[in-house]
């Protein structure tokens, strides 16, 4: 390693400071353009060790954690700049694949602060059997694997309120086992569902003291893998008219006002196709699209997980005035929807995880389905999967950036595809 001085110049797509120099970009985390600074180098990475010329842009950060947590990336950064860049990912993104779009202002969707977080136990190699200085529970360092503990974390919405509390008192128990833990929360409407994960098969005291600590915090819900351990209320969820108990682990949107956000660009796209009676919701997850396209149309969704489907359709039957929702349990990476089983459908709507949807994308581009939109948490498979439909005749109408995990590099988006 080498200490050198460097100028950033810009910022680099995972919210890293970059510095050209003559042998390559250099990136440097928590920097900002235009700032004069001093690393620790080694190749193309370096440690941030002072900023010798500060930007007018660098702001105070809000979590005292900020820097060694690798939770948030850019929370030393003013809202402008920060804004422009995020959109920028989306432009420079679809440019790159040759894809010519209107890119639509950037979405604020932070709202109230993340319903759902995954917090890390690992142990620290002490001694003591349950005590907090053998202990660490909070989020992975910064291109870490070691855990930064945490007791507070100003980006959760206030339903999380006590989740950490709950994951430090879970983890305290399950110490003894030795084994890392991953404590999936969710704030729900009736209480936090948490979900362990890491700790293997307990013995039966295990459990009941794991039920003890979820009754002192008054979780609506523990499972262990999936399986549970206590539950005082379903954790539920409302999805437009209907009311979704949601399965174990499930996947949310990561703000109520992201989910928000993207339910009303996918409903006014399918507002403005006139005459549309049938829709296909792909990679439905519970049902975030189906439930609220359900009031417009008739939805089959389709989904890998089968508690979820079996939680959409509960949620259905609930629910008055949808129209037809049903559900259908289908891996749609190995068995993706043929284009042949599109034929009556006029909206097709896909959010697939972040590896994208390419298998499903070239049935799509075989298909006549008039409209299709897409929904993603990743620009570069978005932007694979989008040349698929454009070679195959959609054009695509228009993107919307919409920015629901503040402080990070990731951005969700939709885009609107017409033949």
């Known amino acids: 390693m080498s200490m050198t001085k460097l100028d950033i110049a810009w910022i680099g797509h995972r919210g890293d400071g970059v510095a050209d120099t003559t042998e390559g970009p250099v990136f440097v985390p928590l920097t900002l353009p235009g700032e004069v600074v001093e690393v620790e180098r080694e190749h193309d990475r370096a440690r941030l060790l002072a900023v010798l010329t500060p930007s007018p842009d660098r702001i105070e950060p809000i979590c005292p954690h900020f820097g060694p947590c690798g939770g948030c990336a850019l929370q030393h950064w003013a809202p402008a700049p920060y804004e422009t860049w995020k959109r920028a990912l989306v432009v420079e993104t679809l440019a790159r694949a040759g894809i010519e779009t209107e890119v639509a202002p950037l979405v604020h969707a932070h709202g109230e602060g993340r319903r759902r977080a995954t917090f890390h136990a690992r142990g620290t190699g002490g001694s003591a059997p349950k005590g907090r200085d053998v ?50 929360v969710t704030a729900t409407e009736t209480g936090l569902d948490m979900d362990v994960r890491g700790s293997g098969p307990l013995k039966p005291n295990r459990v009941v003291a794991l039920a003890e600590i979820a009754g002192e915090h008054g979780l609506a819900r523990l499972t262990r893998h999936g399986e549970l351990v206590l539950q005082r209320e379903p954790p539920l969820l409302t999805m437009g008219r209907a009311r979704v108990a949601l399965p174990p682990g499930s996947f949310l949107q990561a ?5 928000a956000a993207l339910v009303r660009l996918v409903t006014e796209a399918v507002d403005g196709a006139k005459g549309a009676a049938r829709a296909v919701d792909l990679f439905s997850g519970v049902g975030t699209f189906a439930l609220r396209l359900g009031e417009r149309v008739r939805v089959t969704a389709y989904e890998s997980s089968a508690p979820a489907i079996e939680a959409l359709t509960k949620a259905v039957r609930g629910a ?100």
């Open 135 to 184: 202990l660490a529970v909070g989020f992975a360092g910064r291109r870490s694997h070691a855990v930064v503990a945490i007791d507070a974390c100003p980006i959760l919405a206030p339903g999380l309120d006590g989740a950490l509390k709950a994951a430090w008192a879970v983890a305290q128990e399950l110490v003894p086992i030795a084994k890392p833990l991953d404590i999936q």
């Open 255 to 259: 703000t109520a006002a992201g989910e």
């Open 320 to 419: 008055a005035g949808l129209k037809p929702v049903t559900g259908e349990v289908r891996d749609l990476f190995r068995r993706p929807l043929l284009a042949q089983e599109m034929k009556s459908v006029d909206v097709a709507v896909f959010d697939p995880p972040r590896q994208g949807a390419q298998a499903q994308a070239r049935q799509l581009a075989a298909s006549a389905v008039p409209l299709v939109i897409g929904v993603s948490c990743d620009t570069t498979t978005f932007a694979r999967d989008a040349q698929i439909l454009i070679e195959g005749g959609y054009r695509l109408e228009r993107v919307t950036p919409v920015d629901q995990f503040l402080y990070s590099a990731h951005v969700e988006l939709v885009g609107v595809f017409r033949r």
